[in-house]
């Protein structure tokens, strides 16, 4: 290939690029499963095409469909879509805006092709994706979790829920949607008769769990159309009362979008209450975790006392200390699953 289809600046480089930008930028996202032929074929077009129009994002492509977040720059918006809706497969795709919008979401533009959108484990050629369950808007989804027996599940991962979940939601304690998907059959086995109502952060995973669960035997199953992002935007409009409470999770810059003032976490190391994530400033580590603005000076921004004298260190230091460390995908996978659940409070107090 002539031209290089990604890019080769630095981070800091590009988010000072960002900050820098006279124009608006609009954070969008989109999804849907549709059958696409030449995944490979498709993201080099549209990394060429995105990038002449200056969009930013995360975007995951695979013969099963496609999962963007994106940010737009305001004057591109229309030709964007104009783009995006001249491809038959995502004709008229709904697009979801962002509920707080900095405009500073994403600072570069990754397209990944992947076996699946969403990575879900199932290999069950039974299976039959398309037998979703029904969709509920905001207002039928706030009726139908006052009925007596219904099953409120939450279908994101522990991190997301720990700061933001409607009332009285089960919330299993998976890090991956994989892993989930079995954790919550199990748990609520011996209850297909109830309804089911499931929710995620823009729909995308039910999509494929309401399937999963009517699959499984569940008769009654509904998920929240949009997910959070679509039931915020309509509570809002229709003035009717938040049955979620918190901050909803996001996997970009901004982390999270406040729903209700309510704050229902607290910090990983003072266990004040807190619902901000950072990333722990040593890049070597660079745990999420929870971490309060008290904590975030006493620990310069790091989960543990190790973390902050590497991150004191010179940036030449802390390449060499990196060199030659590169971990199998396993032990990558082992290291990120144990700092999931930090339990920084004893980590700190035996240092
Ligand atoms: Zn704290
Ligand atoms: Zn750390």
Request: aromatic fraction near 10%.
């Amino acid at each position: 290939m002539a031209k290089e289809l990604r890019n080769r600046k630095h981070k800091s480089e590009l988010i000072a690029l960002l900050h820098a930008e006279k124009f608006k930028r609009r954070t969008v996202s989109f999804y849907r499963y549709v059958k696409i032929a030449e995944p490979q074929k498709l993201r080099d077009e549209l990394y060429e095409k995105w990038t002449a129009l200056n969009a930013f994002g995360r975007v995951y492509l695979s013969y099963e469909g496609v999962n963007a977040q994106m940010s737009v720059p305001e004057p591109n918006w229309e030709a964007f879509v104009k783009l995006i809706y001249s491809s038959p497969a995502f004709k008229d795709v709904p697009f979801k805006f962002a509920i707080e919008d900095s405009g500073k979401s994403f600072y570069n533009l990754i397209i990944i092709v992947r076996d699946k959108i969403v990575a879900d484990g199932i290999d069950d050629p039974t299976f039959d994706p398309s037998n979703t369950g029904a969709y509920l808007n905001a207002k039928e989804f706030n009726e139908y979790i006052e009925k007596p027996g219904t099953l409120v599940v939450d279908m994101r991962n522990h991190y997301e829920s720990e700061v933001g979940r409607f009332e009285n939601a089960f919330c299993p304690d998976s890090d991956t949607f994989k892993e989930e998907l079995p954790e919550v059959i199990e748990h609520l086995k011996g209850q297909e008769d109830k309804n089911v109502l499931m929710y995620c952060t823009g729909g995308i995973r039910c999509e494929k769990a309401s399937a999963y669960f009517k699959h499984k035997g569940f008769k009654n199953v509904f998920h929240l159309q949009g997910g959070i992002i679509q039931y915020a935007h309509e509570i809002k409009e229709q003035g009717l009362k938040s049955k979620f409470i918190g901050k909803n999770f996001v996997f970009d810059e901004r982390v999270g979008e406040r729903i209700t003032d309510d704050i229902i976490a607290e910090c990983h190391q003072c266990g004040a209450a807190c619902d901000r994530h950072v990333n722990c400033r040593n890049d070597d580590c660079h745990l999420l975790f929870i971490q309060c603005e008290d904590c975030e000076k006493k620990m310069n921004g790091c989960c543990t006392p190790q973390c902050m004298e590497i991150a004191a260190l010179p940036v030449e230091e802390q390449r060499k200390l990196r060199k030659g460390k590169k971990k199998t995908e396993k032990e990558t996978l082992a290291v990120y699953k144990s700092r999931l659940r930090p339990n920084l409070k004893d980590i700190l107090k035996n240092k």
